[in-house]
Protein backbone atom coordinates (compact mmCIF):
# COMPACT_ATOMS: atom_id res chain seq x y z
CA UNK A 1 0.00 0.00 0.00
CA UNK A 2 0.88 3.46 -0.97
CA UNK A 3 0.86 6.69 -3.04
CA UNK A 4 0.92 5.80 -6.71
CA UNK A 5 4.74 6.01 -8.09
CA UNK A 6 6.37 4.82 -4.68
CA UNK A 7 7.59 2.07 -5.84
CA UNK A 8 5.30 -0.95 -5.08
CA UNK A 9 4.96 -2.58 -8.36
CA UNK A 10 9.06 -2.51 -8.94
CA UNK A 11 9.28 -3.99 -5.14
CA UNK A 12 6.63 -6.78 -6.54
CA UNK A 13 9.20 -7.42 -9.92
CA UNK A 14 11.66 -7.56 -7.26
CA UNK A 15 10.84 -9.50 -4.62
CA UNK A 16 8.07 -11.30 -5.09
CA UNK A 17 7.32 -11.86 -9.14
CA UNK A 18 8.94 -15.40 -8.99
CA UNK A 19 6.79 -16.83 -6.12
CA UNK A 20 3.67 -14.82 -5.75
CA UNK A 21 0.72 -13.81 -8.55
CA UNK A 22 0.54 -10.47 -9.03
CA UNK A 23 -3.58 -8.93 -8.71
CA UNK A 24 -3.74 -5.49 -9.90
CA UNK A 25 -6.54 -3.02 -10.46
CA UNK A 26 -4.00 -1.25 -12.99
CA UNK A 27 -4.27 -5.10 -15.15
CA UNK A 28 -7.83 -5.06 -15.09
CA UNK A 29 -8.11 -2.33 -17.71
CA UNK A 30 -11.58 -1.08 -18.55
CA UNK A 31 -13.78 -3.61 -16.47
CA UNK A 32 -16.32 -1.51 -14.90
CA UNK A 33 -16.71 -3.94 -11.94
CA UNK A 34 -12.64 -3.83 -10.82
CA UNK A 35 -12.90 -4.85 -7.20
CA UNK A 36 -15.32 -7.60 -7.53
CA UNK A 37 -13.51 -8.79 -10.48
CA UNK A 38 -10.40 -8.47 -8.28
CA UNK A 39 -11.90 -10.38 -5.24
CA UNK A 40 -12.76 -13.11 -7.50
CA UNK A 41 -9.57 -13.48 -9.03
CA UNK A 42 -7.69 -12.86 -5.24
CA UNK A 43 -10.46 -15.93 -4.15
CA UNK A 44 -9.49 -17.84 -7.30
CA UNK A 45 -5.18 -18.02 -6.72
CA UNK A 46 -5.75 -18.71 -2.78
CA UNK A 47 -8.29 -21.57 -3.52
CA UNK A 48 -5.19 -23.06 -6.11
CA UNK A 49 -3.20 -22.55 -3.35
CA UNK A 50 -0.61 -19.58 -4.28
CA UNK A 51 0.68 -16.93 -2.31
CA UNK A 52 -0.25 -13.32 -3.67
CA UNK A 53 0.51 -9.74 -4.35
CA UNK A 54 -2.24 -7.43 -3.98
CA UNK A 55 -0.43 -4.26 -6.00
CA UNK A 56 -3.06 -1.49 -5.23
CA UNK A 57 -2.53 1.64 -3.11
CA UNK A 58 -5.22 0.62 -0.53
CA UNK A 59 -5.21 3.44 1.13
CA UNK A 60 -7.19 3.36 4.04
CA UNK A 61 -8.77 0.89 6.37
CA UNK A 62 -11.60 0.17 4.88
CA UNK A 63 -9.95 -0.44 1.40
CA UNK A 64 -7.71 -3.17 3.01
CA UNK A 65 -10.61 -4.77 4.99
CA UNK A 66 -12.00 -7.02 2.36
CA UNK A 67 -8.55 -7.90 1.44
CA UNK A 68 -7.44 -9.21 4.74
CA UNK A 69 -11.28 -10.38 5.04
CA UNK A 70 -10.44 -12.63 1.89
CA UNK A 71 -7.45 -14.00 2.71
CA UNK A 72 -8.27 -14.65 6.50
CA UNK A 73 -11.55 -17.39 4.81
CA UNK A 74 -8.34 -18.71 2.72
CA UNK A 75 -6.06 -19.44 6.14
CA UNK A 76 -3.76 -16.79 4.31
CA UNK A 77 -0.82 -15.31 6.07
CA UNK A 78 -1.35 -11.65 5.74
CA UNK A 79 1.63 -8.71 5.53
CA UNK A 80 1.26 -5.34 5.09
CA UNK A 81 3.91 -3.15 2.91
CA UNK A 82 3.43 0.05 3.09
CA UNK A 83 5.59 2.39 1.24
CA UNK A 84 6.99 5.89 2.71
CA UNK A 85 7.34 8.20 0.19
CA UNK A 86 6.37 12.14 0.14
CA UNK A 87 3.88 13.38 -2.35
CA UNK A 88 6.93 15.21 -3.80
CA UNK A 89 9.37 12.12 -4.96
CA UNK A 90 5.98 10.27 -5.86
CA UNK A 91 5.10 12.61 -8.30
CA UNK A 92 8.57 12.97 -9.45
CA UNK A 93 8.52 9.11 -10.25
CA UNK A 94 5.22 9.11 -11.36
CA UNK A 95 6.44 12.17 -13.71
CA UNK A 96 9.14 8.87 -15.10
CA UNK A 97 5.95 6.98 -16.17
CA UNK A 98 4.81 6.64 -19.72
CA UNK A 99 0.91 6.29 -21.12
CA UNK A 100 -1.68 5.05 -19.04
CA UNK A 101 1.43 3.79 -16.43
CA UNK A 102 1.60 7.34 -15.38
CA UNK A 103 -1.66 8.80 -13.55
CA UNK A 104 -2.42 12.56 -13.17
CA UNK A 105 -0.96 14.48 -10.20
CA UNK A 106 -4.41 14.83 -8.31
CA UNK A 107 -4.43 11.32 -7.66
CA UNK A 108 -1.68 11.26 -5.96
CA UNK A 109 -2.64 14.16 -3.72
CA UNK A 110 -5.80 12.11 -2.84
CA UNK A 111 -4.45 9.51 -2.10
CA UNK A 112 -2.22 11.08 0.28
CA UNK A 113 -5.12 13.19 1.81
CA UNK A 114 -6.76 10.11 2.96
CA UNK A 115 -3.83 7.57 3.38
CA UNK A 116 -4.11 5.72 6.56
CA UNK A 117 -1.03 3.58 8.01
CA UNK A 118 -1.79 -0.26 8.50
CA UNK A 119 -1.84 -1.33 12.38
CA UNK A 120 -2.12 -4.85 13.90
CA UNK A 121 -5.55 -3.79 14.91
CA UNK A 122 -6.47 -4.40 11.18
CA UNK A 123 -5.70 -8.38 11.86
CA UNK A 124 -2.24 -8.47 9.62
CA UNK A 125 0.17 -10.62 10.96
CA UNK A 126 3.06 -8.91 10.11
CA UNK A 127 3.61 -5.21 8.82
CA UNK A 128 7.06 -3.32 7.05
CA UNK A 129 7.71 -0.42 6.46
CA UNK A 130 9.41 0.49 2.83
CA UNK A 131 11.44 3.39 1.42
CA UNK A 132 13.32 3.33 -1.76
CA UNK A 133 17.21 3.74 -0.77
CA UNK A 134 18.53 5.75 -3.76
CA UNK A 135 20.75 3.06 -6.44
CA UNK A 136 20.29 0.23 -3.16
CA UNK A 137 17.09 -0.87 -4.09
CA UNK A 138 14.35 -0.79 -0.89
CA UNK A 139 14.50 -0.65 2.77
CA UNK A 140 12.26 -3.09 4.20
CA UNK A 141 11.78 -2.41 7.89
CA UNK A 142 9.46 -4.79 10.17
CA UNK A 143 7.15 -2.98 12.33
CA UNK A 144 6.85 -4.34 15.74
CA UNK A 145 3.90 -4.98 17.77
CA UNK A 146 3.55 -2.73 20.47
CA UNK A 147 2.73 -4.46 24.12
CA UNK A 148 -1.16 -3.54 23.53
CA UNK A 149 -1.22 -4.83 20.57
CA UNK A 150 0.15 -8.46 21.35
CA UNK A 151 -2.13 -8.67 24.81
CA UNK A 152 1.10 -8.85 26.82
CA UNK A 153 0.16 -8.72 30.55
CA UNK A 154 3.33 -6.04 31.64
CA UNK A 155 1.67 -3.44 29.16
CA UNK A 156 0.38 -0.71 30.65
CA UNK A 157 -3.14 0.41 31.34
Known amino acids: MGLQGSGKSTFYRERFA ?50 IEIGRAHAARIAAYA ?4 VAEARARNQQREGRARVPDVAIFATAKHFEQPTYAESFDQIFTVRIIQDDGFAVIPVVRDACERGDADAPD
Open 18 to 67: TSHVLISKDLLGHNRHKQHRQMQLIADALHAGHSIVVDNTNATVADRAPL
Open 83 to 86: FQAT
